[in-house]
């Protein structure tokens, strides 16, 4: 168990996997970094999944920059030999984890298809939806700047989108938080991206 603050980053592109990670709670984001130095998010990972996945697949060096967006507690850790080891062998861990890689890689697939035909509205009402899958909570402790980050645009127009929602009973919004007051409202503004994306996990047992 390590201690992870938001923000902080956990694993680099491009730099060796020392560690995986299983989290207990909270949300991660995987992003790319574009050679102007800007971020977008290519993957959300919560209680459901695993931070170092790729390693798997037989990469051990990072695949994009995965950090923390949304707070939980401490976070398990397990030694990349170890999981190489155990993952490789034939079995219940080696079973779940390739289930997950498999459900990662649907929602990475999903992720791109939304970004490319849908509003920003739309996405950020599908990113709202999956954190508040993971995080248990209605408040969720997430700055304007992060969700820019994860939608890959200006942290004013998260301004702008954010009062949009909240103007219409969906969210409340102030500085590091943000609560949802209407779950159903928060679907039927989403893209049918959330529930393609929720319904594989189920099919998947993730």
């Known amino acids: 168990m390590i201690p992870v603050e938001t923000g902080q980053t956990l694993q680099e592109h491009g730099a060796p996997v020392l560690d995986v990670f299983f989290q207990n709670g909270g949300v991660f984001s995987v992003t790319t970094r574009m050679n102007n130095g800007e971020l977008v998010e290519v993957a959300t990972v919560g209680l459901e ?18 950090l923390r967006q949304v707070p939980n507690g401490d976070v398990p850790t397990l030694a990349v030999d170890h999981f190489v080891r155990e993952s490789s062998t034939a079995g219940p861990f080696r079973e779940i984890v390739a289930r997950y890689v498999q459900a990662n890689l649907l929602q990475v697939m999903q992720c791109t298809a939304c970004n490319a035909l849908h509003t920003v509205e739309q996405r950020c009402c599908r990113w709202l939806l999956q954190t508040h899958d993971r995080a248990a909570s209605d408040d969720l402790q997430l700055k304007h700047e992060f969700l820019a980050i994860m939608l890959g645009v200006q942290r004013p127009t998260v301004t702008v989108v954010l009062g949009t929602l909240q103007r219409a009973g969906l969210i409340a919004t102030k500085y590091g938080h943000i609560r949802v007051l209407d779950r159903v409202k928060l679907e039927q503004a989403s893209c049918e991206c959330h529930g393609t994306i929720r319904a594989q996990f189920e099919r998947l047992g993730i």
């Not at 999944?49 to 995965?66: E, I, K, N, P």
Request: proline content about 0%; glycine content about 28%.
């Open 49 to 66: 999944g695993m931070l170092g996945a790729s390693v798997f697949l037989g990469d051990l060096f990072g695949t994009g920059r995965t």
